[in-house]
Every structure is written in structure tokens, then in C-alpha cells.
């Protein structure tokens, strides 16, 4: 037990975090690197990168895909996740930060923090994951350590503790001073490891101003630094130490760190920083669970039963994967697991060390481990795996309500269950794409987080071998009311083919519901006096009246918002029945549609826009163009969110033009909120 704590001790599982274009992919490369894990470096822009594997993110030069690797550092197992900067790839962030104990957040070094940075930051506190920062591209025109540490105080909110001086800047960047152990670290041009040495004369006082300024601000945020602070008037390397180690995992402190991964200097560094500050799964609560509705802990220990979360699936023509975050508990290969979520049980084929698109094969995983497991055809993204003997129901991270959406088919007529098969397979490995098929229109609509994460997602069915796919603007569901109505509209139905006839007589009344009502519903009554129309006849011509609802005279839009009065009819003594009194009310509310004013209704949705205060005005004149009715504006916390009701059919692109008004970080949600009149009332034929 105790050896397996002790290597328990020496995992790290994290995350790359950053907007697009700051350095995760290339910051994971360096680390493959100089770990040995790789002997060559791969770059983003020639397309040889380790985790960018899949030929999509080659070609746009953008993470795409979350993408485990393993590798080792000073004694330490470092279990990594590369994830997406994208806004539209948001739910892959999720995702990963759910199964992650520690983050390393990537910072562009001229940009500073980025809109995508504050939205993954975010995300990172919602989930609890201590991180550390690195300023990268410290060797590009105009970087400024210093303004973009300026930043993250401002936009992110956490006490920056700064742990390191540049040597030099822009082009002439070669080392870094370590403010811990007061030491320089310079790298020469095309050498992979870092050269330690005393800090230069020219940048001692700074150096040593730097760490009074660290100094203070530690000792201000941890009380065991305070003290000896108070006695002693400075902090020792050590104390230093386990105060920056302690001030992370809180979250009460973000240790900084700066560098230039592309020139392969200040790599080691951030390694070292990791293994110190970042916590191991011993440093972590317990995971929670539920069994039979009640809460139960699970620690991370090797000799408790098994408990593992599903945070990812590949699923393929030639096999299965569900890489897996183990949390408790050992598994082996052959060993059955069970999903408490669907009550399979199913037998662990294969356990496999994760690199990328490559595996190595393992005999078993403990806990701490991030693991694929081949054989598990069930699980899905969110599952729990657990030992059959000891259920436990962990917390799936919770999917995004998908935004925009397009309408997708196959250009033949024999690939329909092709492509069908296709989009199952892309929704069980993304859950934030969502496939549906729109009873009214007909049409099958696949919907996701934007307009990149569509068009990625119907390119990978074609290059997956999949059918061609024509995609289209999803048509909307509009509705018919009726704006001035008829009163004694007659119809008679009469049928005679030999045998018994049918006979039905009716008169209707049409009429807008009242305003209290709304636009939307369907109210019939009967005022038939002297039974001149008998109770079950009026049953009758009621459903037959609901029949004729399902087309109207203008487009053949289904009609709503009226109401129907029988006020009169009359039978046939032989010939009058349910089928001939439901006729008449069908073909006789037709007609009497053709008689009234009518209107086309277009759906309506109710947005909230959550957005800097400085793009408000931007944003409202946007949703004016829209056609949108703002209902009110509130500001929290430097953010205003807006709430309007806009056509539907006018939000087709808005999450596009919302991001580019708002430098991406502005977002929104909708909800259905019924029928309105569109914008012009359409004339009775």
C-alpha cells in the first residue's frame, strides 16, 4: 500500500489551456521533448505535431480535438491533455477539466490574456482546477512580461505570484532569473537544456526587488510565510516554496512563469513547476458519487474498489475507445466493470497507455491513471465505470447547449441510412453535437457550439469515408392565425355512392382568441340549442376541426390562435354519422379558413446575451437589426446580459457576428418563447 501511495504521489495529471494561436500545442511538444519522449521537435505549421494528429487540425493549423499524452519528468508520471482554444470547442475543454487535478494556463506574452483565455479560465474555476501561468513568445516584438502579468490581474482576478525575470527581450530573450532559488537559467542558441548560473550583475537589484515584491505578496496570502516573514524579514527558498505550493492548490494564487516554446527556452522550468506546485490525486478530494441516492466519497487509493468517469470516446469502423480517468481502484485487463448509469455490465478488452493517435498496451490502471479502455461498447462520453460489486454513479460533466444549426443530407437517395450512421457515430464522440430530426419539416438538423464546429464535423463524415453531405440553412416551423374571422359559415356534407350516404350540415363561427390567450392554441365550442346537432356529433365535428388545423390555406402552415363555435347544423335520420359530422368540421373549417384574414406566425426564441459592458451598445444595435424586442439589461460584475425575443429565423450566424462584435467574448443562450406575427400580415386568398 504504501508504494503505491508513493507513486501515487508522483502523478500529475493536467491540461494545456490558452486561446487559439497562444502555444498550447506548441508548449506540449517542448514538454514531449525535453522529457525524451520525442527526439524530434514537431511544429504546428509544417503539420508534424504530436497531438494535432488528426488531419483536420494539419490542415487549419488549430487544436481541434482534446488529445492525451503521457510522458515523465524528475520521477514524476505527467499525464497530459492538450485541449482546443477555440470558442467553438469549448465542450472538449469541459470535458478534460472535469477528469484534470491541475492546469497549465498558456498566455501569448504581446496579447496577454485573450478573450478564449478568460473563457477557459473560467471554466477552470467553475471545476475547482488549481493552475499555474505561462507567459509564452517572450522572444516576439513587443512582448511585455510585465503588462501581460498586468493583465491576468485585471481580467482574471487572481494574485499573480511572478517567479521569475526575463533575461533580455524580444529577439535578444535567452534565460530567465529563478526568483526562488535566485539563480539565472540561460539557454544558447540550439541547445535543448538550460545553463544555470548567478544572476548577471546588470539585473541583480532588479532581481532582488522582484523577490522582496514576491516575498510580500505570499506573506500576505499565507500565514505560515507571514510569520517567518515577521521574524525574519525575508523567506527562505524552502518556506517560499511550500507557500507558492499551497497558495496554488487553494487557488488563492496563480504562480507565474515565462518563456518562448517555439526556441525551446523556459520548458524545463515550467516541468519543474509543475511537479512542485500542481497536486497529485492524493492532493485532491475524494471523488463524489451517488449509490441508491446516497452520497458516498471514494478515495484515490489503489486498494479501493473501482471508479473510473468516461470523458472522452473514439469511436471508429475499426474499434472503440473510452479513455477513462480512473479515480479509485485497480483495473485490469479482462476484469468487468459495470455502468450504473444503464446497468451493463461489459469485460475490458484492452487497457492503454494514451500518446496522441498511438497506444501502448498496459496489463492494468490505478488509480490517478488516464487510461483508454477497448471493449466497453456502451459507455458513453459522461459514463461511470465501477467494480460490479461496489456501484458507485460519479457526476458526468455536464454537455453545452449546442447554438447554431444546419440542415444536413446526403446528396444520393441510397447513402440517407449512410450518413445516419455517420451522425450517430460523431454525437457519441462529441456530446455538444446534437442530431434531430424536425417533425414539421422534415429536415435532419445537426446542431453544435458554432459555425467552425459544424463545418468540421461534416467535413470528418467525408473523410472518414462517409457519404457526400449537402448541408443547407435549417428551414423554420412557422405557424397560420387568423386576424379577422367569419360568423355562420355553412358547409354541408353530403355523400351518396350507393349503400348507406353521409350527411352532415354545420355552421361555424372563426374568431381570433381573445389577446389573453396569446397567438398560439385552439379553443372550440358548441352552441347548438334544441339538439339540432346531437353531444356525439359535436365530438365528431370538434375532431375534424383539429384535422383541418394541420394545414392552412396560405403556405399549408399548420393554423393556431382561433376558436371555433358550432352554432348550428342538422342530421339525416339514416345517413348522418361521426365520419360524416368529423368530414364536415374538416372540410368546412378549410373553407372557412379560405374566408378569413390571415397572418403567418414565425417562432420566436428568448436570448440571453451575456456580454462586456463596453460592447453593449454594439450588441443591442445588432439584435435591433434582428428584428429582436429587448426586454431588459442587467450588469454584474463588469458583464451586461441583455435579454430580448428575436425570430428565430434571424438568428441563423448570430453566434458568429456575437464573437467577431465582441472579440469572442461575448456568449448566449435560447429557449423557445411561442409564435409571433411575422413582419407583415399575409392577405386571405
Given at each position: 500500500?504504501?508504494?503505491?501511495?508513493?507513486?501515487?504521489?508522483?502523478?500529475?495529471?493536467?491540461?494545456?489551456?490558452?486561446?487559439?494561436?497562444?502555444?498550447?500545442?506548441?508548449?506540449?511538444?517542448?514538454?514531449?521533448?525535453?522529457?525524451?519522449?520525442?527526439?524530434?521537435?514537431?511544429?504546428?505549421?509544417?503539420?508534424?505535431?504530436?497531438?494535432?494528429?488528426?488531419?483536420?487540425?494539419?490542415?487549419?493549423?488549430?487544436?481541434?480535438?482534446?488529445?492525451?499524452?503521457?510522458?515523465?519528468?524528475?520521477?514524476?508520471?505527467?499525464?497530459?491533455?492538450?485541449?482546443?482554444?477555440?470558442?467553438?470547442?469549448?465542450?472538449?475543454?469541459?470535458?478534460?477539466?472535469?477528469?484534470?487535478?491541475?492546469?497549465?494556463?498558456?498566455?501569448?506574452?504581446?496579447?496577454?490574456?485573450?478573450?478564449?483565455?478568460?473563457?477557459?479560465?473560467?471554466?477552470?474555476?467553475?471545476?475547482?482546477?488549481?493552475?499555474?501561468?505561462?507567459?509564452?513568445?517572450?522572444?516576439?516584438?513587443?512582448?511585455?512580461?510585465?503588462?501581460?502579468?498586468?493583465?491576468?490581474?485585471?481580467?482574471?482576478?487572481?494574485?499573480?505570484?511572478?517567479?521569475?525575470?526575463?533575461?533580455?527581450?524580444?529577439?535578444?530573450?535567452?534565460?530567465?532569473?529563478?526568483?526562488?532559488?535566485?539563480?539565472?537559467?540561460?539557454?544558447?542558441?540550439?541547445?535543448?537544456?538550460?545553463?544555470?548560473?548567478?544572476?548577471?550583475?546588470?539585473?541583480r537589484q532588479e532581481a532582488l526587488r522582484r523577490r522582496r515584491a514576491l516575498e510580500e505578496t505570499v506573506a500576505e496570502l499565507h500565514p505560515a510565510a507571514l510569520e517567518e516573514f515577521c521574524d525574519r524579514e525575508t523567506l527562505d527558498a524552502g518556506t517560499l516554496a511550500a507557500a507558492l505550493r499551497d497558495l496554488t492548490r487553494t487557488g488563492d494564487g496563480v504562480v507565474v512563469l515565462c518563456g518562448s516554446a517555439y526556441r525551446n527556452r523556459g520548458v524545463e522550468p515550467l516541468l519543474d513547476a509543475v511537479v512542485a506546485y500542481l497536486p497529485s490525486p492524493?492532493?485532491?478530494?475524494?471523488?463524489?458519487?451517488?449509490?441508491?441516492?446516497?452520497?458516498?466519497?471514494?478515495?484515490?487509493?489503489?486498494?479501493?474498489?473501482?471508479?473510473?468517469?468516461?470523458?472522452?470516446?473514439?469511436?471508429?469502423?475499426?474499434?472503440?475507445?473510452?479513455?477513462?480517468?480512473?479515480?479509485?481502484?485497480?483495473?485490469?485487463?479482462?476484469?468487468?466493470?459495470?455502468?450504473?448509469?444503464?446497468?451493463?455490465?461489459?469485460?475490458?478488452?484492452?487497457?492503454?497507455?494514451?500518446?496522441?493517435?498511438?497506444?501502448?498496451?498496459?496489463?492494468?490502471?490505478?488509480?490517478?491513471?488516464?487510461?483508454?479502455?477497448?471493449?466497453?461498447?456502451?459507455?458513453?462520453?459522461?459514463?461511470?465505470?465501477?467494480?460490479?460489486?461496489?456501484?458507485?454513479?460519479?457526476?458526468?460533466?455536464?454537455?453545452?447547449?449546442?447554438?447554431?444549426?444546419?440542415?444536413?443530407?446526403?446528396?444520393?437517395?441510397?447513402?440517407?441510412?449512410?450518413?445516419?450512421?455517420?451522425?450517430?457515430?460523431?454525437?457519441?464522440?462529441?456530446?455538444?453535437?446534437?442530431?434531430?430530426?424536425?417533425?414539421?419539416?422534415?429536415?435532419?438538423?445537426?446542431?453544435?457550439?458554432?459555425?467552425?464546429?459544424?463545418?468540421?464535423?461534416?467535413?470528418?463524415?467525408?473523410?472518414?469515408?462517409?457519404?457526400?453531405?449537402?448541408?443547407?440553412?435549417?428551414?423554420?416551423?412557422?405557424?397560420?392565425?387568423?386576424?379577422?374571422?367569419?360568423?355562420?359559415?355553412?358547409?354541408?356534407?353530403?355523400?351518396?355512392?350507393?349503400?348507406?350516404?353521409?350527411?352532415?350540415?354545420?355552421?361555424?363561427?372563426?374568431?381570433?382568441?381573445?389577446?389573453?390567450?396569446?397567438?398560439?392554441?385552439?379553443?372550440?365550442?358548441?352552441?347548438?340549442?334544441?339538439?339540432?346537432?346531437?353531444?356525439?356529433?359535436?365530438?365528431?365535428?370538434?375532431?375534424?376541426?383539429?384535422?383541418?388545423?394541420?394545414?392552412?390555406?396560405?403556405?399549408?402552415?399548420?393554423?393556431?390562435?382561433?376558436?371555433?363555435?358550432?352554432?348550428?347544423?342538422?342530421?339525416?335520420?339514416?345517413?348522418?354519422?361521426?365520419?360524416?359530422?368529423?368530414?364536415?368540421?374538416?372540410?368546412?373549417?378549410?373553407?372557412?379558413?379560405?374566408?378569413?384574414?390571415?397572418?403567418?406566425?414565425?417562432?420566436?426564441?428568448?436570448?440571453?446575451v451575456t456580454v462586456p459592458e463596453d460592447a453593449v451598445g454594439s450588441v443591442l444595435g445588432d439584435l435591433a437589426a434582428r428584428r429582436g424586442r429587448v426586454g431588459g439589461s442587467q450588469t454584474h460584475g463588469g458583464a451586461a446580459v441583455v435579454t430580448a425575443a428575436v425570430p428565430l429565423a434571424e438568428l441563423f450566424g448570430y453566434a458568429t457576428r456575437l464573437r467577431s462584435r465582441t472579440q469572442g467574448r461575448g456568449t448566449f443562450t435560447t429557449r423557445p418563447a411561442g409564435y409571433a406575427p411575422a413582419p407583415r400580415p399575409v392577405p386571405a386568398r
Amino acid at each position: 500500500m504504501r508504494t503505491n501511495l508513493t507513486t501515487l504521489a508522483a502523478v500529475r495529471n493536467l491540461g494545456i489551456l490558452a486561446h487559439v494561436d497562444a502555444g498550447k500545442t506548441t508548449v506540449t511538444e517542448r514538454i514531449l521533448y525535453a522529457t525524451g519522449t520525442t527526439h524530434k521537435r514537431g511544429e504546428v505549421h509544417d503539420g508534424t505535431t504530436v497531438t494535432d494528429f488528426d488531419p483536420q487540425e494539419r490542415d487549419r493549423g488549430i487544436t481541434i480535438f482534446a488529445a492525451a499524452v503521457s510522458c515523465a519528468w524528475d520521477g514524476h508520471r505527467v499525464n497530459l491533455i492538450d485541449t482546443p482554444g477555440h470558442v467553438d470547442f469549448a465542450d472538449e475543454v469541459e470535458r478534460s477539466l472535469r477528469v484534470l487535478d491541475g492546469a497549465v494556463a498558456v498566455f501569448d506574452a504581446v496579447a496577454g490574456v485573450e478573450p478564449q483565455s478568460e473563457s477557459v479560465w473560467r471554466q477552470a474555476d467553475r471545476h475547482g482546477v488549481p493552475r499555474i501561468a505561462f507567459v509564452n513568445k517572450m522572444d516576439r516584438a513587443g512582448a511585455d512580461l510585465d503588462r501581460a502579468v498586468d493583465s491576468i490581474r485585471r481580467r482574471l482576478h487572481p494574485a499573480p505570484l511572478v517567479v521569475q525575470l526575463p533575461i533580455g527581450a524580444e529577439d535578444a530573450f535567452t534565460g530567465v532569473v529563478d526568483l526562488v532559488r535566485m539563480r539565472a537559467l540561460v539557454w544558447a542558441d540550439g541547445a535543448g537544456t538550460a545553463v544555470a548560473g548567478p544572476v548577471p550583475e546588470s539585473l541583480r537589484q532588479e532581481a532582488l526587488r522582484r523577490r522582496r515584491a514576491l516575498e510580500e505578496t505570499v506573506a500576505e496570502l499565507h500565514p505560515a510565510a507571514l510569520e517567518e516573514f515577521c521574524d525574519r524579514e525575508t523567506l527562505d527558498a524552502g518556506t517560499l516554496a511550500a507557500a507558492l505550493r499551497d497558495l496554488t492548490r487553494t487557488g488563492d494564487g496563480v504562480v507565474v512563469l515565462c518563456g518562448s516554446a517555439y526556441r525551446n527556452r523556459g520548458v524545463e522550468p515550467l516541468l519543474d513547476a509543475v511537479v512542485a506546485y500542481l497536486p497529485s490525486p492524493l492532493d485532491v478530494p475524494a471523488v463524489r458519487g451517488v449509490h441508491e441516492g446516497t452520497e458516498q466519497r471514494r478515495a484515490a487509493d489503489p486498494e479501493a474498489p473501482f471508479a473510473g468517469l468516461v470523458f472522452k470516446v473514439n469511436a471508429s469502423a475499426t474499434g472503440r475507445l473510452a479513455h477513462v480517468r480512473v479515480y479509485a481502484g485497480t483495473i485490469e485487463k479482462g476484469d468487468t466493470v459495470r455502468d450504473p448509469g444503464t446497468g451493463r455490465t461489459e469485460r475490458v478488452a484492452r487497457i492503454l497507455r494514451v500518446m496522441a493517435d498511438r497506444h501502448a498496451q498496459l496489463d492494468r490502471a490505478v488509480a490517478g491513471d488516464i487510461v483508454a479502455l477497448a471493449g466497453v461498447k456502451s459507455a458513453r462520453a459522461g459514463s461511470t465505470l465501477c467494480d460490479p460489486g461496489a456501484p458507485l454513479l460519479l457526476e458526468p460533466p455536464v454537455a453545452a447547449e449546442p447554438v447554431v444549426s444546419v440542415a444536413v443530407e446526403a446528396r444520393r437517395a441510397t447513402d440517407t441510412g449512410r450518413l445516419a450512421a455517420a451522425l450517430a457515430r460523431l454525437a457519441e464522440e462529441d456530446p455538444s453535437l446534437v442530431v434531430r430530426t424536425d417533425a414539421e419539416t422534415g429536415q435532419t438538423v445537426l446542431s453544435g457550439m458554432g459555425e467552425l464546429h459544424l463545418e468540421v464535423a461534416v467535413e470528418k463524415i467525408r473523410r472518414d469515408g462517409g457519404p457526400e453531405v449537402g448541408v443547407g440553412r435549417p428551414r423554420v416551423a412557422h405557424r397560420e392565425t387568423v386576424l379577422e374571422g367569419v360568423t355562420g359559415f355553412g358547409y354541408r356534407h353530403v355523400k351518396q355512392d350507393g349503400g348507406a350516404g353521409q350527411f352532415a350540415h354545420v355552421v361555424l363561427d372563426v374568431e381570433p382568441l381573445g389577446p389573453e390567450a396569446g397567438v398560439t392554441g385552439f379553443a372550440f365550442r358548441s352552441a347548438v340549442v334544441g339538439g339540432r346537432v346531437p353531444q356525439e356529433y359535436v365530438r365528431a365535428v370538434e375532431a375534424g376541426c383539429r384535422d383541418a388545423l394541420a394545414e392552412g390555406p396560405l403556405d399549408g402552415h399548420p393554423v393556431t390562435g382561433l376558436r371555433v363555435t358550432l352554432t348550428d347544423g342538422s342530421t339525416h335520420v339514416k345517413d348522418s354519422s361521426d365520419t360524416a359530422f368529423r368530414t364536415a368540421g374538416r372540410l368546412g373549417l378549410r373553407e372557412a379558413l379560405r374566408a378569413c384574414t390571415l397572418a403567418l406566425l414565425e417562432p420566436v426564441a428568448e436570448v440571453t446575451v451575456t456580454v462586456p459592458e463596453d460592447a453593449v451598445g454594439s450588441v443591442l444595435g445588432d439584435l435591433a437589426a434582428r428584428r429582436g424586442r429587448v426586454g431588459g439589461s442587467q450588469t454584474h460584475g463588469g458583464a451586461a446580459v441583455v435579454t430580448a425575443a428575436v425570430p428565430l429565423a434571424e438568428l441563423f450566424g448570430y453566434a458568429t457576428r456575437l464573437r467577431s462584435r465582441t472579440q469572442g467574448r461575448g456568449t448566449f443562450t435560447t429557449r423557445p418563447a411561442g409564435y409571433a406575427p411575422a413582419p407583415r400580415p399575409v392577405p386571405a386568398r
